[in-house]
């Protein structure tokens, strides 16, 4: 064979394997058979954390590039204000339940006892400004005793009675104790006083900072002995578990996917091939976002899928392109 029809033969050849490669130069990737492919990012899932009330930073363990277990401490407050204004607000607890009980309990019978003693006395001071009164309003008539004493006798005699009365509405209130209107004040001041006492434990509690689930440290924004507001962020916690794959599907191929489905994740440049399995598919269409471009270009609207991955490692990272392959795709119509 000569080598002028080495030639055409082997530009045929390189042709053939370019079209397998390349899937008919792109005409035959329409996905028909049972495999499929679509593109898409991890997910980035972060928090900023901050303290609920403002004050001094006094620790903060952690750093950046920290991986973190929910529930680990991140950041701590100087709490002694905080403990001011808890011990203060027991304090307030403690006073208006003695106040309550005095109310509830009544007068004392000391108290009692007394009221009594005055009202007897103000019935023996009237008894003798009655006598001394009657005795001189016989005498007037006579000229014994002046005008002006009888009219001072009257006088005692009368302010004798209103005391006797008011001593008898004080003994009355002695013995009747507290209104139920000031039980229910009390009662309502002791609630108050708790409900203070509360929000300061809890100020207390939210001096501390702490992860609300696993992850790493993206930032940390502020220092120990910084003033903080209430809701600065301190940190922003990145949660990568469980990792989450956001890809698009076109139109043309949403019959062909479910979820439950298993699925295979590939990164850039990473030779593993991690597992996944579609968790949600939107119902609503959306226009390709200009982050992702899916083989099929004819399409404009594609749907958003969810891709939980089951074994991701430290190797897929957030924000990163992946190409997701769902091997058991079912069949496109035609």
Not at 286 to 292: A, D
């Amino acid at each position: 064979m000569n080598r002028r029809r080495l030639i055409p033969i082997a530009i045929i050849a390189i042709l053939v394997v370019a079209a397998i490669l390349t899937r008919g130069f792109g005409l035959f990737d329409s996905g028909r058979g049972g495999t499929l492919r679509l593109s898409g990012n991890v997910d980035i899932r972060s928090v900023d954390l901050g303290f609920r009330v403002g004050g001094r930073i006094a620790e903060m363990p952690v750093d950046e590039g920290a991986k973190v277990a929910a529930g680990t401490v991140l950041a701590r407050l100087d709490t002694r204000p905080l403990n001011d204004a808890l011990n203060a607000a027991s304090a307030e607890i403690g006073v208006s339940e003695a106040e309550l009980t005095k109310r509830i309990n009544g007068n004392r019978p000391q108290d009692i006892a007394r009221a009594e003693a005055e009202a007897a006395a103000a019935r023996a001071t009237l008894a003798k400004a009655n006598e001394d009164y009657q005795r001189r309003a016989e005498l007037v008539k006579t000229g014994a005793v002046s005008q002006a004493l009888y009219d001072a006798s009257k006088a005692e005699y009368l302010a004798a009675q209103a005391q006797l009365r008011a001593a008898d509405e004080a003994l009355s209130l002695q013995r009747a104790g507290a209104r139920r209107e000031d039980v229910a004040a009390a009662r309502a001041q002791r609630a108050a006083a708790i409900a203070h006492r509360d929000k300061a434990a809890t100020d207390l509690a939210d001096a501390t900072i702490t992860a609300p689930a696993a992850g790493t440290i993206l930032t940390r924004a502020r220092e120990p002995g910084a003033i903080v507001q209430p809701g600065e962020a301190v940190f922003t916690l990145t949660i990568d578990r469980p990792m989450r794959v956001r890809a698009y599907i076109s139109e043309p191929d949403l019959g062909r996917i479910s979820p439950g489905m298993k699925v295979e994740v590939a990164v850039d440049g990473n030779p593993r091939r991690y597992a996944g399995t579609i968790g949600f598919i939107s119902p609503t269409a959306e226009f390709t976002p200009k982050t992702v471009e899916t083989r099929d270009l004819r399409s404009d609207l594609v749907y958003r899928i969810r891709v939980i991955v089951t074994d991701p490692d430290d190797a897929l990272r957030q924000g990163q392109p992946v190409t997701v392959t769902v091997p058991d795709a079912r069949p496109a119509a035609d």
